[in-house]
């Protein structure tokens, strides 16, 4: 790796290399590859296989660094497991065995042993986002999900999802009021809101209304984040704890910096936004990065370029939520939201491919994940 452009003689040799047709094997990193963020420095060498050592430096698996390699290969050179379980990492991966923290389920337990949450999400004649998230939550293992949304869009989603209870409002002040009044915050495990709930007025009196209760967990999605992107300020005035799941366009209009600036500093600005707002950030990107305040950041290696599509956060959020429902703290709740997520999508892409990957199929193939995790685990 390098951390400064390639230039001279190392630009000429790097070059006759790529244009080569023999089988080209780099050691540790590809030359070229910025080791600390994956950055290309002008020019890279382009490898067959990458052998590294013990453990992959952030430029193996952060974009574009990822992409100088065909396959890496992470070889043991003796260094005790003992040094390595002692050693207190700035970056932990997600991977299959990621999932090996996930609770098991109580033999005795009822449906509200697995939590109750709410999800605000849906707007006039826009119901999918609501359904997409919702499904997810159930298929994640919540015991009961209530969804808050317009009127318009109750029969569509009791067809859909019977098992949900749905709450509606209309456009008018007086009915939204009127629905707020009737629900108790504190009878949920957890709330997210945001997935198809629009930018209007009554989407941000539901926001205003959610961030000022003190202690259910929140998860903030979709169009939630762009509301909070006006006003910044009312992260810090919440006490309740607050997951945020911001692709790359939404965390540039969250910040005010361009996206472009962002995909180069995935890791950085998930961490200085964690933060500075106090709240888990979950950016997502072809390497989703999950940080808390306290600076602990985990690196998604799992997932496919199919899982671009539309719906697909919606179902993380909903992933997410179940799990923050069910008990797991903030933090875990996100990682392993963020491994049960890609890795569904991995199933899923076995059978529909690249192209015909949609988020029904991610939420269709999250049992199968579960039920893989629960026979590894016994």
């Known amino acids: 790796g390098c951390n400064r452009v390639v ?9 006759r290399m790529n244009r080569a047709k023999a089988y080209v094997i780099s050691v540790d990193i590809p030359s070229g590859v910025n080791s600390d963020n994956g950055k290309i420095m002008g020019l890279c060498v382009k490898a067959n296989l990458t052998v590294t050592f013990t453990l992959p430096k952030l430029g193996n698996i952060l974009y574009p660094g990822a992409k100088a390699s065909e396959v890496l290969k992470v070889v043991d050179i003796g260094i005790p497991q003992k040094v390595l379980e002692d ?30 949450v709410l999800i605000i999400a849906g707007s006039k004649d826009m119901s999918g986002a609501a359904y997409l998230s919702a499904m997810a939550a159930y298929r994640t293992g919540t015991g009961l999900v209530e969804i808050l949304t317009h009127e318009s869009c109750r029969i569509s989603l009791q067809c859909a999802l019977p098992e949900a209870i749905i709450r509606t409002y209309l456009d008018e002040f007086e ?15 957890a709330i997210l809101i945001g997935p198809g709930l629009g930018q209007s007025d009554a989407a941000k ?16 999605d979709a169009d939630a984040l762009n509301l909070v992107s006006e006003n910044m300020d009312i992260l810090l005035e919440s006490s309740a704890p607050i997951i945020m799941t911001p692709h790359i366009g939404e965390m540039s209009r969250l910040t005010k910096f361009p996206s472009e600036a ?5 890791v950085e600005f998930a961490q200085a936004f964690s933060k500075s707002n106090q709240v888990m950030t979950v950016l997502k990107s072809h390497r989703t990065v999950v940080c808390n305040p306290e600076g602990f950041t985990c690196i998604n290696l799992c997932g496919n370029d199919g899982m671009a599509t539309a719906g697909s956060g919606d179902v993380l959020a909903g992933v997410i939520t179940s799990l923050v429902g069910q008990g797991l703290d903030p933090y875990m709740s996100s990682v392993l939201g963020v491994a049960i997520h890609s890795l569904s999508g991995d199933v899923a892409c076995e059978s529909k491919g690249h192209h ?15 039920q893989k995790n629960e026979q590894l685990n016994g």
């Open 7 to 15: 230039s001279d003689g190392y630009l000429e040799v790097i070059g």
């Open 87 to 116: 050693f207190v990492f700035e970056y932990e991966t997600i991977d299959q065995d990621t999932l090996r923290r996930l609770p098991s389920r109580k033999t005795d337990g009822h449906k509200f042993t697995y939590g109750k």
């Open 262 to 266: 962002i995909l180069e500093n995935t």
């Open 205 to 220: 009196r539901l926001l205003d209304f959610i961030l000022k209760q003190p202690t259910v967990p929140i998860i903030l």
């Open 175 to 189: 009915s939204l009021d009127k629905t707020i009044t009737t629900i108790n915050l504190e009878s949920y495990e």
């Open 356 to 370: 015909g990957l949609m988020a029904k199929d991610i939420i269709e193939a999250i049992p199968k994940i579960m």
